[in-house]
């Protein structure tokens, strides 16, 4: 074989090298990039599945806790007033009662003096009649003692004619000494004074409880504030954190208001009965 020969199937097997040689490089090359595509898409997948918050999903959180928190509000501030109506309502009806307990009291007071009065007329009486009874004078002893049961059952009170009775059978001096018979001028005062003061602890009780109603309207204005924030920030995970926020604060918020009781004689479908 001759130089040109040798040398011309020499270049052809060059070629023939070079040629797979780019064809394998090729080859690598598609699959490379075959499974960097592979590796991101698989990326995006593993990406899309940890990650709840996204941009749509907050969008609606946002809305759905929004109007639950505006609900609320208007429940909390509902109901507040109303105990705050009772607040008002039994202030009144305490001022009213404590009122009526004094003249009462005043009334018993004239009472008793009254009856005080009669008994020491009825002292003088009884001294007369003793009088009478020592110079054995019939006429007199008769007047005086006609004069006496006329004079109590007309001037005395029943809580006195009680009390006669009582110191009549006890052997006594004064039918002031029976027990608490002084307090019996003053039970229908007491009776008062002491409805009073029932009515003013439940009036307070309602004022406590319409405090408690505003504190929880103060933490939903809170709320709705950091709801309607979320947007301001950029960064999705900032908004993710500012929405569990108030979500968390939300959630304690209405608790707290489940444990506060409700206004005394509350009836939801009263509203709405006819009338």
């Known amino acids: 074989m001759s130089d040109s020969a040798k040398i011309a199937a020499s270049e052809k097997s060059n070629e023939k090298e070079i ?6 490089a090729v080859k690598n090359d598609t699959e490379n990039n075959n499974a960097e595509e592979n590796e991101k898409e698989g990326d995006a997948k593993s990406t899309r599945k940890k990650t709840f918050f996204t941009e749509n999903r907050l969008e609606i959180l946002v809305a759905v806790f929004l109007g639950i928190t505006a609900l609320l509000t208007a429940w909390a501030t509902w109901i507040g007033s109303l105990h705050g109506g009772n607040q008002a309502t039994n202030y009144t009806r305490s001022n009213n009662l404590a009122s009526e307990g004094n003249s009462l009291y005043n009334a018993g007071m004239q009472k008793y ?23 054995k004078d019939t006429v007199r002893i008769e007047m005086l003692n006609e004069k006496l049961e006329n004079y109590v059952q007309q001037n005395g009170t029943d809580i006195l004619q009680e009390g006669i009775q009582w110191m009549v059978a006890n052997e006594d001096v004064t039918p002031f000494h029976m027990p608490n018979i002084t307090d019996r001028y003053f039970t229908e005062a007491n009776d008062k004074l002491a409805e009073s003061r029932q009515v003013l602890e439940e009036g307070q009780k309602d004022n406590a409880k319409s405090d408690a109603y505003n504190l929880v309207n103060v933490i939903y204005s809170v709320v709705l504030f950091m709801l309607g924030i979320v947007g301001i920030f950029k960064k999705l995970p900032n908004r993710a954190v500012v929405l569990i926020i108030a979500v968390a604060a939300l959630i304690l918020a209405t608790v707290y208001m489940c444990t506060i009781p409700m206004p005394t004689g509350f009836d939801f479908g009263s509203f709405f009965a006819p009338k």
């Open 19 to 24: 040629k797979e040689a780019a064809e394998e």
């Open 113 to 135: 003096l009254s009856d005080v009065m009669a008994w020491n007329t009825m002292m003088e009486y009884s001294f007369d009649l003793t009088v009478a009874e020592s110079e």
